[in-house]
């Protein structure tokens, strides 16, 4: 279970990012703007494969869909991934949560499991619960009184 900070900081960056394109891209554009990290693919024979060369990254790459990289700010994603979402969100999560690069440990590691975790999760009020629920009911009400069912 989040503690209540990584609750707090998935809250407040699920809002930010929270728009009409999808999570990834909102998330791709908020890093870059809100927190200085360049965002690049690999494994598509593009830039991002040309920085994993020139930084000497190569062989942390064969092993993640997804890693971040303290110096230069960059996040990598594997372009050839079929979920980028997960493994791109769980990277965001040692930025936002302060994480040392340098030393994560399995806590670290769960922890930021779980924050993507969270992000993806759908997050519905109680309005809009109570709004779904008498929607239904209503839906099926009607249906139920029609003439001939």
């Known amino acids: ?30 890093m870059k703007t809100m927190r200085g990290w360049e965002t690049a693919y690999f494994n598509d024979g593009g830039a991002g494969d040309k920085l994993l060369e ?3 990254l190569r062989g ?7 890693f971040a990289v303290k110096g230069p ?5 594997d372009r050839t991934a079929k979920n980028k979402v ?3 969100l769980h990277e965001v999560a040692h930025i ?19 924050f993507a975790s969270y992000l993806l999760r ?17 839906s099926v009400s009607l249906v139920l009184h029609i003439p001939g069912i």
């Open 1 to 30: 279970m989040l503690d209540q900070f990584a609750k707090k900081e998935a809250a407040a960056f699920r809002a930010a990012v929270t728009t009409k394109r999808t999570l990834l891209d909102s998330s791709i554009n908020y």
């Open 54 to 56: 020139s930084h000497g």
């Open 60 to 66: 942390i790459a064969i092993r993640n869909k997804a």
């Open 73 to 77: 700010r960059i996040i990598f994603i």
């Open 86 to 88: 997960h493994p791109y």
């Open 96 to 114: 936002v949560l302060k994480h040392d690069f340098d030393a994560l440990t399995p806590e670290n590691e769960a922890e930021a499991n779980q």
């Open 122 to 138: 759908s997050h519905f009020n109680k309005s809009q619960i109570f709004a779904f629920a008498a929607t239904l009911a209503l």
